[in-house]
């Protein structure tokens, strides 16, 4: 039974760690412009997944993506303005971000700019 316990808890630190070199190589990535890992990085915030849930640090990543012209990063962050998640809520603004994106084929930009015009 000790066995087992201690190789639990063995395999949660390896785990924390492993996860823990991962997101400071994401990070370092993100801050010299790549932007899938901007990307990441803000779904990671968006949802909670792996760091703290917070929108302000979401949007901030999703805005890095989406200014460099990710489909999906603008899509992001369309949806953060639409919802007021992180920023004050802003439907011109969220519109914009969706245009963008729904013009590169991204079907989700689509879809919210059908709902946004009724």
């Known amino acids: 039974m000790e066995a087992l316990v201690f190789g639990i808890i063995a395999a ?3 785990g924390w ?3 823990s070199y991962l997101t400071k190589k994401i990070y370092g990535v993100a801050e010299r412009g790549g ?3 901007q990307l990441l ?3 990671k915030y968006a949802s909670g997944r792996g760091v703290v849930q917070n929108y302000t640090e ?4 999703f805005r890095m993506a989406a200014e460099q012209g ?3 990063a603008q ?3 369309g949806n953060m303005y639409a919802n007021g998640y992180g920023v004050a809520q802003n439907f011109a603004e969220a519109a914009k971000w969706f245009c963008l994106a729904a013009e590169q ?3 989700n930009a689509q879809e919210a700019l059908k709902s946004m015009r009724g």
């Open 70 to 72: 990710n489909a999906e």
């Open 75 to 77: 899509y992001y962050l």
């Open 105 to 107: 084929g991204n079907a």
């Open 35 to 37: 932007v899938n890992s």
């Open 58 to 61: 979401a949007v901030k990543w």
């Open 41 to 43: 990085l803000g779904m």
């Open 12 to 14: 949660f630190i390896i």
């Open 17 to 19: 760690l492993w996860h």
